[in-house]
């Protein structure tokens, strides 16, 4: 049974910055996109940065270019998200995804994930 747990999540303000961690578990597949997504309030949800496994491509949100880095550290089976110069307009649930339905840019849509987490909260205050 696959499961995800996110952590480091909370408040900040405009221009903090916050590690979001994912750890996972019962997740054996080889090629497989591992992402970060977010809904705000009233949004629908955004896909904002992921890895593909099998090349190591790291695609990101427009929003997300320049300020957040997702890294993965296999020993530990853990999915990173680090985001600096966070602004109001990041504050979201943030969930952790793992999924074999995409690959490479596809790995920004919800679509291509199996699993999912239940998610932590980032509010960012001006």
């Known amino acids: 049974q696959v499961q995800l747990v996110e952590s480091g999540g909370g408040s900040v303000q405009a221009g903090g910055s916050l590690r979001l961690s994912c750890v996972a578990s019962?997740?054996?597949?080889?090629?497989?996109?591992m992402g970060w997504f977010r809904r705000a309030p009233g949004k629908e949800r955004e896909g904002v940065a992921a890895?593909?496994?099998?090349?190591?491509?790291?695609p990101y949100a427009d929003s997300a270019k320049g300020r957040f880095t997702i890294s993965q550290d296999n020993a530990k089976k853990t999915l990173y998200l680090q985001m600096n110069s966070l602004k109001p307009d990041d504050t979201a649930m943030y969930y952790c995804?793992?999924?074999?339905?995409?690959?490479?840019?596809?790995?920004?849509?919800?679509?291509?994930?199996?699993?999912w987490g239940q998610g932590t909260q980032v509010t960012v205050s001006s």
């Open positions: 995804a793992a999924g074999t339905l995409g690959a490479g840019s596809w790995c920004l849509r919800s679509y291509a994930y199996n699993y």
């Open positions: 019962g997740y054996t597949y080889s090629n497989y996109c």
């Open positions: 890895i593909y496994s099998a090349t190591g491509f790291t």
